[in-house]
C-alpha cells in the first residue's frame, strides 16, 4: 500500500495562496486515482479535488472550482494543490488520498491511501 506524506500547509491571511504537496516515497501516481480531502473542527471530511492522470480528468468540489487546481509534477511523483483566493472557510486539515484503479471518487470511502494530514489556516 502506497504511503502518502503531505507538507506545504501553514497560516496566511485571507486572499493569499498556498501550495500543498503530496508524495509516494518516489513512487508514481499516475496509476492511481488522487485527490485531496479536507476536515474542519467538528465536520466530517469532505471533497476538495481529484486527478486520474492517466485519463486526463480532474474534478472539484463547486466551493473552490476556480481557486483550487490539482496537478502532478512531471515525473508523477508529486501531486500539488495550489490553492488561491483563500477564504477563512478554507481552514481545515488537509488530507492527500490514492486509489486503484485509477477511478476517482468524491467521497472519502472508495480511497484506500492517506496521508497523516496537514494544518491549512486561514485568517481573516
Known amino acids: 500500500q502506497v504511503q502518502l506524506v503531505e507538507s506545504g500547509g501553514g497560516s496566511v491571511q485571507a486572499g493569499g495562496s498556498l501550495r500543498l504537496s503530496c508524495t509516494a516515497s518516489?513512487?508514481?501516481?499516475?496509476?492511481?486515482?488522487m485527490g485531496w480531502f479536507r476536515q474542519a473542527p467538528g465536520k466530517e471530511r469532505e471533497f476538495v479535488a481529484t486527478?486520474?492522470?492517466?485519463?486526463?480528468?480532474?474534478y472539484y468540489a463547486d466551493s473552490v472550482k476556480g481557486r483550487f487546481a490539482i496537478s502532478l509534477d512531471n515525473a508523477e511523483t508529486v501531486m500539488y494543490l495550489q490553492m488561491n483566493s483563500l477564504k477563512p472557510e478554507d481552514t481545515a486539515v488537509y488530507y492527500c488520498?490514492?486509489?486503484?484503479?485509477?477511478?476517482?471518487?468524491?467521497?472519502?470511502?472508495?480511497?484506500?491511501?492517506w496521508g497523516q494530514g496537514i494544518q491549512v489556516t486561514v485568517s481573516s
Open positions: 488520498a490514492g486509489r486503484r484503479p485509477p477511478v476517482g471518487f468524491a467521497t472519502p470511502g472508495p480511497y484506500d491511501a
Open positions: 518516489g513512487r508514481s501516481l499516475s496509476r492511481y486515482a
Open positions: 486527478i486520474n492522470w492517466s485519463a486526463g480528468t480532474t
